[in-house]
Structures are given as C-alpha cells and as structure tokens.
T-cell receptor
Framework: ETGVTQTPRHLVMGMTNKKSLKCEQHLGHNAMYWYKQSAKKPLELMFVYNFKEQTENNSVPSRFSPECPNSSHLFLHLHTLQPEDSALYLC???????????????FGPGTRLTVL | AQKITQTQPGMFVQEKEAVTLDCTYDTSDPSYGLFWYKQPSSGEMIFLIYQGSYDQQNATEGRYSLNFQKARKSANLVISASQLGDSAMYFCAMREGGTGNQFYFGTGTSLTVIP
C-alpha cells in the first residue's frame, strides 16, 4: 500500500534557485510529514501537519518552507539551499498522530535532491 | 540517549533461511508503538509490521514477525524463508504516546540475501 506520490523524483538545483517538492497522498489520511534522509544518518523528521495544521517543526532552517493546503497535499518550498542540504526527502502520511496502528506512516518514493 | 538502537550495520543470510534483525528502544512512556520498515535501493520506505506496547501477542505479518520483549525493551524483526527480494535496509521505529508527533528511527540494518 503505497498511495503516496512525490514529484519530482530527482532534482538538481543551484544554491540561488527556488524550487518546490510536492507530495500527495491518496489514502484519506489526516497527517502528513516531511523527512530528510542523509547518508549515514538516521531519518530526520522535519515537519508534521495534522488536519492541515503544522504541529511540529524540528528546528528546520527557514530556507525550507512547508505548505499544507489540505490533508492530501504537502509541499516543501526550497530557497537558497546549501550543498549539505543534498539528501533524499521523504514524504509520509498517517491516519492519525497516535501511537497506535493509526499512527503508522506510509511513505512516498522520495525526491533525491542535489544542491550544487 | 538514543531512542532506537540497531546494532547490526550489516547482515547476511542464505536464501530460504530465517534471519533476526535486532532493535532495542528507550522510553519511559508506558504507551508506545513499534514499527519496522524496509527500504530497498529505490529509496521508498515500506511499512512491514506494527507492535503496540500493550499488545499481548507478538505481531506477525506473513513472513515477518516481531519478537517483542517488553522487559528488555527489544523488538527484533524475524524474517522467515528469506528471499532475494528481501535484500534492503531495515529500520526500526518508535512512536511514544505522550509526544505522538515524534517518530524515532534507528540507523538501520543492511540485509543481504545470498543465493
């Protein structure tokens, strides 16, 4: 059960560019998440939205700006990125944000971002 | 302290054999959920199995089972009858009851199935 799509799958951008990552979930879930996965590091939770409201911002630099217009769509706007921001960015959704089975997160395929 | 610890960076298993991937966790919350995910080289994280802290029985999903030892705070994943397609990274994760927004992941174990 994937049900979560992400575009683009690959993105190369310069440090002065502005780009956006898009995530869409077709599972009827209420919560959506952005994660960053760098080599040799655990997954880093960036943002959490529950019923379109941001409930978590894990000290993410302001050059990453999330947007959640509805429970099915999540965007990550990127501007003035640094080379160390190169990573796999994963979007996920869950029915709720609880510790029970409803809190199970389902992930998209990710966007592989390279910042030159 | 790390919330999730996976001590096996890499594991090898013969095709059709069983393999256990270790996971220990750290929480003082009596209510939590434990999750295992598989990440093939394509990058997508695939949900495998869930275990709730109050569940009396070990979770099973097809060839996957979770060896839940609450007192030891361990939640090892057992894959039976390994297949070549099982070669991937495997991540253990936890969600606590009081801070449901946080979903803690381990560093993962790379599993290679040998024909």
């Amino acid at each position: 059960e994937t049900g979560v799509t992400q575009t683009p799958r690959h993105l190369v951008m310069g440090m002065t560019n502005k780009k956006s990552l898009k995530c869409e979930q077709h599972l009827g879930h209420n919560a959506m998440y952005w994660y960053k996965q760098s080599a040799k590091k655990p997954l880093e939770l960036m943002f959490v939205y529950n019923f379109k409201e941001q409930t978590e911002n894990n000290s993410v630099p302001s050059r990453f700006s999330p947007e959640c217009p509805n429970s099915s769509h999540l965007f990550l706007h990127l501007h003035t990125l640094q080379p160390e921001d190169s990573a796999l960015y994963l979007c996920a959704s869950s029915q709720d944000i609880g510790r029970g089975p409803g809190g199970t997160q389902y992930f998209g395929p990710g966007t592989r971002l390279t910042v030159l | 302290a790390q919330k999730i610890t996976q001590t096996q960076p890499g594991m090898f298993v013969q095709e059709k054999e069983a393999v256990t991937l270790d996971c220990t966790y750290d929480t003082s919350d009596p209510s939590y959920g434990l999750f295992w995910y598989k990440q093939p080289s394509s990058g997508e994280m695939i949900f495998l199995i869930y275990q709730g802290s109050y569940d009396q029985q070990n979770a099973t999903e097809g060839r996957y089972s979770l060896n839940f030892q609450k007192a030891r705070k361990s939640a090892n994943l057992v894959i039976s009858a390994s297949q070549l397609g099982d070669s991937a990274m495997y991540f253990c994760a936890m969600r606590e009851g009081g801070t449901g927004n946080q979903f803690y992941f381990g560093t993962g174990t790379s599993l290679t199935v040998i024909p």
